[in-house]
């Protein structure tokens, strides 16, 4: 007897190991009979260690047993593996680093590059930052990108002068400094460099680090800059990697069933970094979607914490549903109606009429006050950014300069105003987004077509100064400059009124594919004189000089009858009258940036000069100022021109309807002004009003050979707080706008350690 029980037993627990093993095996997350951990490491599938434990080679992970725990790595690379799962991957990071003795020569450096190619893997464009750290520090990230094998050059600028500047937490530029990377980058190179070499910060910052890593895993402490410690603890912040299955779409991928990964109760997905897919378990299963039964049922009703229902809770394949206990009416569910208990007898009629004349009464009464609410709210909030905004100060500058019979013309213009004149905003009514804002066309009850700026929140430390600014260009009424009309100061953020110029930009006529029968010579050394003149009266006729600071073709309009008219005034300056420089951060577009000033950050008139410089050769030759496309010796259009010069090959550079219609000693005389301009030390560069006259003297002796004199023209100045047209800028190639970004584009030029 005692026999037979314990053969029953024994029958019993077989039969419970086969009812039980296909419930484990749907959980686990190695493939059955793999090996599930590399030390403190789950290696799930379609992943796996050893021959036939993945999906296929590619997948293969590298258990080394040599390191005490175990550590997995990449198969057939040195990668290590921190955490895999079934979404995304964590590995080791690598980092570039270049030190400095204290006189500037280098003492120590390292490059640092991860190749993930052969792998499913890509870089996560969305969880790693490429982050610099440094007071001096320059770094550049190489890659490229899996699928169209595109090149992708990055780089981020760290600068600090004290140490006390540098703010935890902060990275934007001042000891830290991070930018993102482009989807789908399957491997980099990094490397680090300084300005100027870490002499000026050695004594708390002697090098420069750089590498790509987790955003969330890494804040930003002052300490990383001079802790010689801070290299050992960039190897903890983990690269994050997106990997996919295969390099087809779902679609294409089920066409053939038995490659086809995805298993039962599962569905595909497409990677949104780059091509593959991905498997996952449908809602209401858990699990690994990639094995046989991967994928389960979850019971929803078993878990205490999160039971979906307040009544009776049935678990089904897949899902669940709720219902309500005997006496008891409703759908059960906790985000629901719940169960309401039964009764007897209950006036649903009169209930419902009462009710329904209760809640209309209370919806009227709550109606009327919330829009009175609302209604005074705004009110007090128009008045708030009124006076944020600086409204009280403009109403008593614009009083003062009225009683001195001034600026009569200025109009403060009202929020409700310009909302009826955008058509509330309307998207078709964009003219333009800058990095300073953006531009909508409106029409005002008197039928003026106006372009409306919605700017950047102002700084409330520089209100007065905005202010004053407002009102000096409300004053400049020139026909060769844009002209402010009025502002509007009731919203979180001012709104600037200019006038409407309907007929593009220079740099849109210049480099138009299509022949334009009115942008003969005649009218381009005519749009140069005007705008010349524009600068001229910016530097030296104004009641307070200003510096343009980003003189542009971009920045020049031009109205129906192609007169120029100056615009973009986001990056100016106002220069007190008893200074000739101001010292400031560098701004401006690359191609047009005067060099002197880049490299001392003195801003002056003659920036603007060689800007302008920079415009006549432009127009001369009808070519973009800058462009990687071109050959190496041509890529910089000012060296490439003055290079021509020298070798009197100037005719061979310039645009065929300009050796057309022009003659030889007129181009000649503005191919030499224009050399002037481009002259490295702005000392020895002619002023805009000098540049100004040359212009028109020549454009008197194109209409009147027998006339030769020099007249200056007065011109107006616009100094706003954005670009009014603005042109989209692009990293390391020409756009359709002939910008490049000032900063990677500096980056092309460092000579990095070897």
Not at 387 to 397: E, P, S, T, V, Y
Request: charged residues 20%; contains cysteine; negative net charge.
């Amino acid at each position: 007897m005692v026999l037979r029980m314990h053969l029953l037993l024994l029958e019993l627990s077989w039969l419970l190991s086969l009812v039980a093993w296909p419930w484990a095996a749907a959980f686990q997350a190695a493939k059955p009979g793999c090996q599930s951990h590399c030390g403190n490491v789950s290696i799930p599938y379609p992943f796996g260690i050893g021959e036939g434990c993945s999906i296929d080679a590619s997948y293969g992970i590298t258990c080394n047993t040599t390191f005490n725990p175990p550590k997995p790595f990449l198969s057939e690379t040195n990668i290590e593996v921190v955490e895999i799962s079934q979404d995304v991957a964590r590995i080791k990071n690598t980092f570039a680093f270049t030190c400095y003795a204290q006189s500037g020569p280098v003492i120590d450096y390292k490059l640092a590059w991860i190749y993930l190619d052969g792998t499913p893997f890509t870089f996560s464009h969305t969880a790693n930052r490429f982050t610099v750290i440094g007071c001096d520090s320059l770094a550049l990230i190489l890659g490229v990108e899996e699928h169209n094998l595109k090149n992708h050059s990055s780089g981020c600028l760290s600068q600090c002068y004290h140490k006390e500047d540098i703010i935890d937490g902060v990275c934007s530029g001042v000891g830290c400094c991070q930018v993102p990377i482009p989807k789908g980058l399957k491997r980099f190179i990094v490397s680090s460099g300084s300005l100027y070499n870490s002499t000026r910060v050695w004594s708390f910052d002697a090098c420069s680090y750089s590498f790509l890593g987790e955003q969330d895993s890494y804040t930003f402490k002052a300490s990383d800059v001079s802790d010689p410690s801070f290299r050992t603890r960039i190897p903890d912040i983990p690269v994050v990697l997106d990997w996919v299955v295969g390099n087809q779409t779902c679609q294409e991928a089920k066409r053939n069933l038995t490659t086809f990964p995805c298993r039962e109760n599962s569905y595909c997905y497409d990677s949104n970094n780059g091509q593959g897919y991905r498997c996952g378990c449908k809602k209401g299963y858990q699990g690994n979607p990639y094995l046989p039964n991967g994928c389960q049922d979850v019971n929803e009703c078993e878990d205490p914490n999160n039971n979906p229902c307040e009544g009776i809770c049935t678990n089904t394949i897949g899902s669940y549903y709720c219902s309500c206990p005997k006496g008891s009416e409703g759908d059960g569910r906790k985000d629901g109606h719940g169960c309401i208990a039964k009764s007897k007898e209950f006036p649903v009629i009169k209930a419902t009429l009462g009710l329904g004349f209760g809640l209309l009464f209370l919806l009227v009464i709550f109606s009327w006050l919330y829009f009175s609410i609302r209604k005074r709210k705004l009110m007090k909030l128009k008045e708030k950014f009124f006076k944020q905004n600086g409204g009280l100060l403009l109403q008593q500058q614009i009083s003062s300069h009225d009683h001195e019979g001034g600026l009569e013309s200025t109009t403060i213009f009202t929020e409700e105003e310009l909302k009826v004149a955008t058509n509330n905003y309307e998207e078709s009514r964009i003219l333009g987004r800058g990095g300073y804002g953006t531009v909508y066309k409106g029409i005002l009850p008197d039928d003026r077509i106006v372009a409306i700026k919605k700017s950047k929140i102002v700084d409330e430390s520089q209100i007065e100064q905005f202010i004053n600014e407002v009102v000096i260009l409300t004053q400049i009424n020139h026909r060769n400059v844009v002209r402010l009309l009025g502002c509007c100061l009731e919203t979180q953020v001012p709104l600037l009124v200019y006038e409407f110029v309907s007929n593009g930009t220079l740099f849109h006529h210049i480099h138009r594919k299509d022949r334009n029968p009115h942008f003969s010579w005649e009218n381009r050394l005519r749009i140069a004189a005007e705008t010349a003149g524009a600068l001229a009266y910016l530097h030296s006729a104004a009641s307070i000089p200003i510096i343009h600071r980003d003189v542009k073709s971009t920045n020049i309009l031009l109205d129906d009858n192609y007169t120029a008219k100056v615009s973009d005034f986001g990056a100016s300056r106002l220069v007190p009258i008893d200074q000739t420089q101001v010292s400031t951060l560098v701004q401006g577009t690359l191609g047009y940036l005067d060099p002197e000033y880049f490299h001392t950050s003195q801003l002056t008139e003659k920036s603007d000069v060689y800007s302008f410089g920079i415009v006549l050769v432009e127009l001369l030759t009808g070519k973009k100022p800058l462009c990687l496309e071109r050959s190496q010796e041509q890529r910089n259009l000012a060296t490439y021109f003055i290079f021509s010069m020298k070798e009197n090959h100037l005719f061979q550079i310039l645009e065929d309807r300009v050796v057309n219609e022009g003659k030889s000693e007129q181009i000649l005389a503005v191919a030499e002004l224009a050399k002037r301009c481009l002259n490295l030390r702005g000392e020895e560069r002619p002023t805009m009003k000098e540049v100004a006259m040359e212009l028109e003297g020549l454009r008197r002796s194109e209409k009147h050979p027998w006339v030769q004199q020099d007249q200056e023209e007065s011109v107006g100045l616009l100094s706003e707080p954005s670009d009014l047209y603005p042109i989209p800028q692009s990293s390391y190639s020409c756009d359709t706008s002939g910008q490049c970004s000032l900063d990677t584009s500096m980056l092309l030029s460092m000579n990095f350690p070897r």
